[in-house]
Nanobody, 127 residues
Framework: QVQLQESGPGLVKPSQTLSLTCTVS??????????WHWIRQAPGKGLEWIGY???????YYRPSLESRTSISADSLKNQFTLQLTSVTPEDTAVYYC???????????????????WGQGTQVTVSA
């Protein structure tokens, strides 16, 4: 079974870049038809999909975040990363990485609708 683990700083200052890494085990990020997602959940709010990187390396982002978001991969380390620039306190959330084993048109609204997901990491944006 594919397992995912998020890592990165828990505190980021406003206007800086948030950078998180997802380490994948039990499967390759290059596996055909695998899609690697970043998702977040702010306090008191629902799950918000941020973007995904496909097995091919192509990416697709939430339109409202697209100008600030970048997802990339390191196939040698079997990791993929999220960078979110110019953060504000509104970016404070628990961030998750997750996997779907097929392309999705309507993004899941619950974590258990993904095939695998990490435990999440809290990121706070504050001076």
């Amino acid at each position: 079974q594919v397992q995912l683990q998020e890592s990165g700083p828990g505190l980021v200052k406003p206007s800086q870049t948030l950078s998180l890494t997802c380490t994948v085990s039990g499967g390759s990020i290059s596996t055909n038809d695998y899609y690697w997602h970043w998702i977040r959940q702010a306090p008191g709010k629902g799950l918000e999909w941020i973007g995904y990187m496909a097995y091919s390396g192509s990416t697709y982002y939430r339109p409202s975040l697209e100008s600030r978001t970048s997802i990339s991969a390191d196939s040698l380390k079997n990791q993929f990363t999220l960078q979110l620039t110019s953060v504000t306190p509104e970016d404070t959330a628990v961030y998750y990485c997750a996997l779907t084993k097929a392309v999705v048109i309507v993004m899941p609204s619950r974590l258990d609708q993904y095939d695998s997901w990490g435990q999440g990491t809290q990121v706070t944006v504050s001076a």
